[in-house]
């Protein structure tokens, strides 16, 4: 009986072990690689991809019960685009600055040299075209949309242009 379980056994139950202690890490970076932002900024192409930087797409329930959704991404490069929507009730396009009451904003930014470009109701420059995002998809689990804009720097007043922008991110949570 011992060498039974010697023989035949104990490697069986290895093998096993290792074959269900190996994760497909392929299929987990496949998926990851499917989430990014794309844009021009500028004129210059942006792409990130989420294993390249900082994700973060969230729905939450604001004061007042609607549902707020936040998108944030940021590269190792110190290289940021948030866009805040406020009262987002799914799929459509949302256009910022023509609703005094929408307090949502879209924002490029740097770590080094730390700058800030913010385009939301607030701003009164002359602007091109008005801010969007447009949620194409929403399963609960996944974002998709398109976004641009044109953003002021009040400290030095310049203006950076974010245009043709796309999005596909897993939603972190649902309504925290």
């Known amino acids: ?5 010697r023989l035949f056994v104990a490697p069986f139950f290895l093998i096993i072990c290792l074959l269900v202690g190996c994760s497909d890490d392929d299929a987990l970076r496949e998926a990851q690689e499917e989430e990014f932002l794309s844009a021009q900024i500028d004129g ?3 792409m990130m991809y989420r294993i390249e ?20 991404a940021e590269t190792t490069k110190g290289e940021i685009i948030e866009i805040f929507v406020t009262d987002y009730v799914g799929p459509k396009k949302y256009i910022f ?9 879209m924002r490029y930014g740097l770590v080094n040299p730390a700058s800030d470009w913010f ?12 801010p969007f995002i447009q949620i194409q998809e929403d399963d609960g689990n996944y974002l998709k949309g398109s976004f641009g804009f044109s953003a002021h720097n009040s400290i030095d007043n310049s203006i950076k242009l974010v245009s043709n922008g796309s999005f596909n991110f897993r939603l972190d949570s649902e309504l925290d």
Do not use: E
């Open 1 to 5: 009986m011992k060498n039974f379980l």
């Open 119 to 130: 385009s939301f109701v607030g701003n009164r420059q002359v602007q091109s075209f008005h």
């Open 97 to 105: 600055g023509h609703n005094k009451l929408n307090k949502g904003w």
């Open 44 to 46: 210059r192409d942006f």
């Open 53 to 72: 930087g900082v994700v973060f797409c969230k729905k939450h329930l604001n004061d007042y019960g609607g549902i707020d959704l936040l998108i944030k």
